[in-house]
C-alpha cells in the first residue's frame, strides 16, 4: 500500500479537533485507497483505559488500539477470476475460503518472486464494472478502484491526473506483470465434462498404461490372459486415473507394485484382469474422429501426468510412439501453446518441448490441469513478463456487477495470470458501531506506539493483572490492521505480563493471529467473540456493507475452534421483522454450531444517536413497509427496543438454543456461571473470566 502522508499541526482541516490528548501527533495519512479516509498517526500518551464503575460495564480495563473504525472493504474482480493456488492448480474467486493456500509475490534483492501465501479475509459487494484487455488476450473484470503491478508499479484502473481523484492509473500501453491466460482459457475448460475426462484417460493410459493381451498354449487346453494396469509414485494421477474409470463402469483393484529404496518412492498399481473390463478401457482411450477442444485438453493433462515434466522452468513431454507424440502436438497447437519437437533420441525416445517460458507453461497447466502438483509450483520463481501484456482496452460496461476480493499475507494474489493488489474501497458506514456520524467511519486515530505503551503499563508495580478487554469501542480487526499490524504487539505485551484478555470482532484478519493466540493461551485465559448480525448475504451487504460475510466469519469461527478456542458468537443485532423470523434464527444458530462455536449472546437491535439517522434513511430507502413500526419501537431518542419485544425474543430464541445444543444468554442477562477453575481449565472458560473485583468479564458486555 502506498500512503502519502505529511506530518501537519493540529490546526490543519485534516486534523481531528481534541486529539492533543491522546498524546504527541505523528502525521495525517490520505491515500486512495482508502478514498474519503483520513488516519490520524499518534503516539499515545496511555493504552489501558480504565473504564469508570459508574458505567455498569461488566469489566474494568480496555485497549482500543483505533478510535473510528476502517471496516472498508476491498470489492475489486469478478467472482470468476482465476486465481493461482499455491499448489499451482487455479480456482475461481468466488470459490476461495479464509485459510486457502495461495500465490503471492514479494520482493527479495533486486528481483520479485512468486511466494505462497493465505488468504486472511475475504468480502463481496456490487460495483461498477470496467473491462480491462491486454495484447494476448487476457481479459480482467474490475473496480475502478482496483490495482494491478505494472512495470511502472501499482496503477488503479481508473483515475485523474490532478484533483480529489488524482491517483496513479492505467493507460493504454501500460504493461502488466505476470503472465497471463489469453483469449483461449477465459471461459475455461470443465474439468467435469465426461469428454475432458475421456481425454485425460487416454492420455494417460496410452502414456504410461499396460495392456496385455497374451495366449499360452497347454497341452490340453489355451490359457488367455487380459490384463490392464498403471503403476506410479504420485497417488494423486492414480486416483484421479481410477476414480473415472469408476465413473464408467470400470472398478480396479489396488495393489503394491514396486517398494520404496533409499533412492525411489513407492509405487502403487491400480490393475484389472477381467476380458471385459480390459476391453473396455481400450475402448475408452481412442482418439475420437474429430475430438473436442475438452477431450484435447484433458489428454494434455493425462500424458503430462504419465510422461511429463517439468524442471527448471522447462516444460517436456517424452514418448516414443509417433501416435502419441502427434495427439500432444495437436492439441498444444488447438490451445496456441508453442512447442518444439527434440530427437529421437537412440533409445527412440522423442520430446516435445514447450516453449515461451512462464506464460505458455502456466498456460499449460491452466487448460490441462494435470493431477500431480509437485511438478506445478512455481515458487520462488521471479517474476519476469515474457507474454504480450499490454493495456489494449479500458472500458467501463455502464452496469454494477457482484464482486468479490481478498486479503493476503503478501497483500496481493495473481488473478488471471497477472498480480493484483489487495485494494481498499471509499470508507461506509458501520452502522451498528457507531459513534460519532461520519467521522467514526472517516477520521480514524492510530496509536502508533500502543504496544510499546502498553507493555509499558503493564510493567507497573500498581498492576495487579486485571483482564483487558479489546473491541469494546472499535474492532481490533478492523481493515486498518491490515496495514498498521498493532495487535500482535498487543497480544503478546498482555501474554508476557501475565494478563487474561479477550477479543470481540467482525474481523476474519483475527485468523492471522490465532498462531499468536494459541500460544499465548498457554500462559493466560484468552477468550475469543466473533459479531454475526445478518446470515443473509443480500440483506448484509445492505446494512453491513464494509465486513465479511457470515459465511466468511463463521469459516474463523471453526479456525478459532479448531486452534481450542471455545469461541462465543454474537447473534446480534436482531433487526425486528427483518431477521427475528422462526426460520431466520433456526438457520442462523444452525450455522452457529456447524462453526463448531460454544456460546451465542443475543440481542435486539441499539440505534444510538448517529447511527439512528442513518438507519431510518436507510428503512426509509429499502423497507418504507416497515418505518412505522420501527418508529414505535424506538420512538424519540429511544437507543433500545422495549423490554416487551426483548423478552418475546429471548422466548423466541432460547427454545432454538436448546435444538441445537447451545448455551447462551440474552445480552442484558448477567451470563451462568460455569463451575470450571481458572488458567488449568482456560479453553473450557474461554469466554467468561473473573476480575479483582468481582465483576464477570463477558463478551456480552461487549455492547454495540
Known amino acids: 500500500m502506498r500512503w502519502n502522508g505529511q506530518a501537519i499541526g493540529t490546526s490543519d482541516v485534516n486534523a481531528l479537533p481534541g486529539m492533543e490528548h491522546l498524546g504527541g501527533f505523528v502525521r495525517s495519512v490520505t491515500t486512495p485507497e482508502f478514498a474519503g479516509m483520513t488516519f490520524h498517526e499518534v503516539v499515545a500518551k496511555s493504552a489501558l483505559n480504565h473504564v469508570p464503575g459508574a458505567s455498569g460495564m461488566p469489566f474494568d480495563w480496555t485497549v482500543n488500539p483505533y478510535r473510528g473504525c476502517s471496516h472498508a472493504c476491498s470489492y475489486c474482480l469478478a467472482p470468476e477470476t482465476r486465481i493461482l493456488l499455491a499448489d499451482g492448480r487455479t ?82 500501453n501500460n504493461r502488466l506483470m505476470g503472465f497471463g491466460i489469453g483469449a483461449a482459457r477465459a471461459a475455461g475448460h470443465d474439468a467435469t465434462e465426461r469428454s475432458w475426462r475421456l481425454g485425460y484417460l487416454a492420455g494417460m493410459i496410452q502414456g504410461d498404461g499396460m495392456i496385455l493381451h497374451k495366449t499360452y498354449p497347454r497341452p490340453q487346453r489355451t490359457w488367455t490372459i487380459h490384463a490392464f494396469r498403471l503403476a506410479l509414485a504420485d497417488t494423486e494421477a492414480l486416483d484421479r486415473t481410477q476414480a473415472f474409470l469408476a465413473l464408467e463402469g470400470i472398478p480396479t483393484n489396488v495393489r503394491p507394485f514396486t517398494p520404496a529404496t533409499a533412492q525411489r518412492r513407492a509405487v502403487i498399481a491400480i490393475h484389472t484382469a477381467q476380458k471385459e ?104 520463481t521471479a517474476v519476469k513478463t515474457s507474454s504480450d501484456l499490454r493495456v489494449v482496452g479500458i472500458e467501463d460496461l455502464g452496469h454494477s456487477t457482484d464482486m468479490v476480493d481478498i486479503t493476503t499475507g503478501t497483500g496481493d494474489f495473481i488473478a488471471n495470470g497477472v498480480i493484483s493488489h489487495n485494494c481498499f474501497a471509499r470508507g461506509t458506514h458501520e452502522y451498528l458501531e457507531l459513534d460519532a456520524g461520519r467521522d467514526f467511519d472517516s477520521q480514524i486515530v492510530v496509536k502508533v506506539n500502543v504496544a510499546d505503551m502498553l507493555r509499558t503499563e503493564l510493567a507497573r508495580p500498581s498492576w495487579t493483572g486485571d483482564p483487558v478487554m479489546l473491541g469494546t469501542n472499535t474492532d481490533p480487526y478492523q481493515r486498518a490492521e491490515g496495514r498498521y499490524r498493532l495487535m500482535p504487539g498487543i497480544i503478546q505485551a498482555l501474554t508476557d505480563a501475565g494478563t487474561p484478555f479477550s477479543i470481540l470482532t467482525k474481523g476474519t484478519l483475527l485468523r492471522r493471529d490465532l498462531p499468536l493466540l494459541t500460544e499465548a493461551s498457554h500462559e493466560v485465559d484468552v477468550s475469543l467473540a466473533m459479531s454475526i448480525a445478518v446470515f443473509d448475504d443480500t440483506l448484509q451487504r445492505a446494512i453491513e456493507p464494509g465486513t465479511p460475510s457470515a459465511a466468511a466469519r463463521l469459516e474463523t469461527v471453526r479456525a478459532a475452534t479448531d486452534a481450542g478456542f471455545r469461541v462465543t458468537v454474537f447473534l446480534m443485532p436482531i433487526l425486528p421483522h ?32 448517529g447511527a439512528k439517522q442513518w438507519f431510518w434513511q436507510w428503512l426509509e430507502r429499502e423497507h418504507p413497509e416497515l418505518v412505522g413500526s420501527y418508529r414505535g419501537l424506538y420512538p424519540g431518542a429511544s437507543a433500545y427496543a422495549p423490554k416487551p419485544y426483548r423478552q418475546w425474543l429471548a422466548k423466541r430464541v432460547r427454545p432454538l438454543l436448546r435444538v441445537h445444543g447451545l448455551t447462551g444468554h440474552a445480552e442484558e442477562e448477567a451470563p451462568p456461571r460455569e463451575p470450571v477453575p481458572g488458567l488449568a481449565a482456560r479453553r473450557a472458560a474461554a469466554s467468561v473470566v473473573t476480575t479483582s473485583r468481582g465483576r464477570r468479564t463477558d463478551a456480552a458486555a461487549m455492547l454495540f
Request: hydrophobic fraction near 40%; charged fraction near 25%.
Open 91 to 172: 480456482r475461481a474467486l468466488e470459490d476461495l475460503r479464509v485459510g486457502d493456500a495461495i500465490i503471492g509475490t514479494e520482493r527479495r534483492g533486486n528481483y520479485r518472486r512468486y511466494v505462497a501465501t493465505t488468504v486472511h479475509a475475504k468480502w463481496t459487494t456490487n460495483r461498477r464494472a470496467h473491462r480491462v484487455t491486454l495484447a494476448d488476450g487476457t481479459e480482467l473484470i474490475a473496480s475502478a478502484d482496483h490495482r494491478f503491478l505494472t512495470e511502472r508499479g501499482w496503477k488503479h484502473v481508473m483515475g485523474a491526473m490532478s484533483g480529489p481523484e488524482q491517483r496513479p492509473y492505467l493507460t493504454l
Open 277 to 380: 473390463k480390459v476391453a473396455a478401457i481400450e475402448t475408452l482411450i481412442q482418439r475420437p474422429r474429430d475430438p473436442s477442444e475438452e477431450w484435447l485438453a484433458g489428454y494434455l493433462g493425462g500424458i503430462f501426468d504419465a510422461e511429463g515434466s517439468c524442471s527448471r522452468g522447462v516444460l517436456r513431454i517424452s514418448n516414443k510412439s509417433e501416435h502419441v507424440l502427434g495427439s500432444v502436438r495437436e492439441a498444444l497447437a488447438c490451445f496456441d501453446i508453442p512447442a518444439v519437437t527434440e530427437g529421437p533420441r537412440p533409445n527412440g525416445v522423442s520430446t516435445i518441448r514447450v516453449t515461451g517460458g512462464l506464460a505458455s507453461r502456466m498456460r499449460f497447466f491452466d487448460i490441462s490441469r494435470p493431477a500431480i502438483t509437485r511438478k506445478l509450483s512455481i515458487v520462488d
Open 578 to 609: 427483518l431477521t427475528d423470523s422462526i426460520a431466520t434464527l433456526d438457520d442462523a444458530l444452525g450455522r452457529i454450531r456447524a462453526s463448531g462455536a460454544h456460546r451465542v449472546v443475543f440481542g435486539a437491535l441499539h440505534l444510538r444517536p
